[in-house]
């Protein structure tokens, strides 16, 4: 199938990608000169495990292009996917300009019958403008669909390649045939491809990422509570987990949730629902939790090491979680602002985000090549990310370099017990203090 998707950022390029994976001709576009330049010449404005060699497959077997050239882009493909970006706005609504201009280049250049899908995250009744969009511009024949996408970061091509579902959500029976057709090759092992009316198929993405954020929120409370009442989080979540109608899944407390969606679309839901004179309380008190959280591991540093002004603190993780080096949001973010704010030093080492990261705070933080690097001369460690590289680290040679001995582990990688046993002064994220 001839196969457009305008946007190369992440979704539009693992997208792309993976739909020249299994024999589509796929187009790329994306405004972005330089980046596409850089795509043409192999060089990926992301990184994502297995991305590049599925790209470079694609591009040399010919299937998979990138191009400037919206309108040619827009008339190569039989559906056009949307996968441009959709930032909150100063009152949390998702920004819709970069999808309406994209709708509005479809209409000018609609050569034949196209199905025109939102893959961008967007709210409830997106769809009813992208159609007057692409409506306003030509006389063409089209219809409109949304295909949101549920793609984590650092697991987005098998995500893509195996979903646990496709959420179609569209009016048009020719959409519906050509969407099946598109996605059959990804859920042959039984996935559903789930059709939908498009609302629904909107509220859907919102819903899910709101659960998933809710249940993160949920879990930094019931840590405090840990905290304050001497209990395990660790015990308490394998208690709950085993619930059936609970399941084990994002259960794990940790310092904030970051990235590029849940913060912006827990925002951009309650945007919504304040809109249709609703109050969104619940969506509302999760995302103030998560603000919340994001100054716990400075509270933990601080009460450890009483004035962190003079301070040395070594970061072992920048992006907002492992795999990616995306940091979007990240809670290193306000945690390494908090420590130049109060006068610390800081070393920062992330496998994959420090060219991020030095584009935030350039030489007022020292990046580091090694973990290890980043302890000499530190009083303490601040885990943020849970890189594998971090997870069993040598102790006593971390014991020896810290010369505070003191460790906050805001992904609860590490055992309290034996932590305190090795002599650190170490604080995870609910854990029981040994
Ligand atoms: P991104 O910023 O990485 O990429 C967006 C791309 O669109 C950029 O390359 C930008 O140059 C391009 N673009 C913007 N306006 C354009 C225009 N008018 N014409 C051509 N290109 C244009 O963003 P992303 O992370 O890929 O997210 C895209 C959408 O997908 C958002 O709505 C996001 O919420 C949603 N989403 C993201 C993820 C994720 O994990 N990143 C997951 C699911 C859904």
Known sequence: MRVTVIGSGYVGLVAGACLAETGNDVVCADHDATKVRNLCDGILPIYEPGLEPLVARNVEAGRLQFTTDLPGAIRHGDVVFIAVGTPPGEDGSADLQHVLDVARAVGRNLDRFKVVVTKSTVPVGTAEKVRAAVRGEGAGEFAVASNPEF??????????????????????????????????????????????????????????????????????????????????????????????????????????????CFPKDVKALVHTARTVGMVPDLFEAVEAVNQRQKSVMFDKLKRLLGDVAGTTVAVWGLA?????????????????????????????????????????????????????DALEGADALAVVTEWLVYRTPDFERMHTMLARKVLVDGRNLYEPGRLARLGFRYAGIGRRAA
Not at 214 to 234: H, K, P, W, Y
Not at 326 to 347: C, H, K, Q
């Open 320 to 372: 907002f979680k492992a795999g990616t080096d995306d940091m979007r949001e990240s809670p290193a973010i306000p945690l390494i602002n908090a420590l130049l704010d109060a006068g610390a030093t800081v070393r920062a080492h992330d496998p994959e985000a420090m060219d991020a990261a030095r584009g935030l705070w350039g030489d007022r933080v020292t990046f580091v090549a090694q973990p290890f």
């Open 151 to 260: 793609l984590k970061e650092g697991a987005a091509i098998d995500d893509f390649m195996k979903p646990d579902r496709v959420v179609l959500g569209t009016d048009d029976p020719r959409a519906e045939e050509l969407l099946r057709e598109l996605y059959s090759p990804y859920v042959r092992s039984g996935s559903p491809i789930l059709f939908m009316d498009i609302p629904s198929a909107e509220v859907t993405k919102y819903a899910a990422n709101a659960m998933l954020a809710t249940r993160i929120s949920f879990m930094n409370q019931v840590a405090e509570l840990c905290e304050r009442v001497g209990a395990d989080v660790f015990a308490v979540r394998k208690g709950i987990g085993s619930d059936s109608r609970i399941g084990n899944a994002f259960l794990f407390p940790g310092p904030g949730y970051g990235g590029s």
